[in-house]
């Protein structure tokens, strides 16, 4: 059965809470992220998404999450002045997230199923809020695998 997110509730940066499927008629990317990770390069690669594929109705949606290796310890406001600063990241930062709470909870039982396993896991989102796919730490942004599925959910 396919895995929807439209009625997940998230806490933005700001500390308000947001409903996922307000991003509906988007390509959407959700990523656990954190700034001291071996994978924290990705959001070079994150960011070259965004300014690629952005105008074309896709965005990078960031969850900061510290609970691998303790690797998010900053404040949100820490984390997207790094990223700003570091990487130009211009797309959505939230709140920082436990990966067992929202969105997280609802994206892994996306096939396939199961605990997601570090930072920088991938889900791929489509305009109608179902999880298309799931990519581990090790895909880099810019695979061919990844955008070409990225361009795939655009032309759907």
């Known amino acids: 059965m396919p895995v929807q997110i439209d009625n997940v509730s998230v806490t933005t940066a700001s500390g308000s809470q947001q409903q996922l499927g ?58 997207q002045q790094f990223c700003s600063t570091t990487y130009g990241v211009d797309f959505p930062i939230y709140g920082k997230v436990a990966i067992s709470a929202a969105p997280f909870d609802t994206l892994v039982q996306a096939e396939p199923a199961g605990p997601v396993a570090w930072n920088f896991e991938k889900f791929l989102v489509g305009k109608d809020g179902t ?26």
């Open 22 to 79: 307000e991003w509906n008629g988007k390509v959407l990317l959700i990523v656990n992220v954190a700034s001291r990770c071996g994978f924290t390069r990705q959001y070079a690669g994150l960011q070259a998404l965004q300014a690629a594929y952005g105008s074309q109705g896709f965005s990078v949606l960031a969850f900061p999450c510290n609970d691998f290796g303790a690797q998010e310890p900053g404040s949100v406001e820490e984390i």
């Open 131 to 156: 999880v298309i796919a799931r990519y581990k730490s090790g895909v880099e942004p810019d695979s061919a695998e990844l955008k070409g599925a990225i361009e795939a959910a655009l032309a759907a």
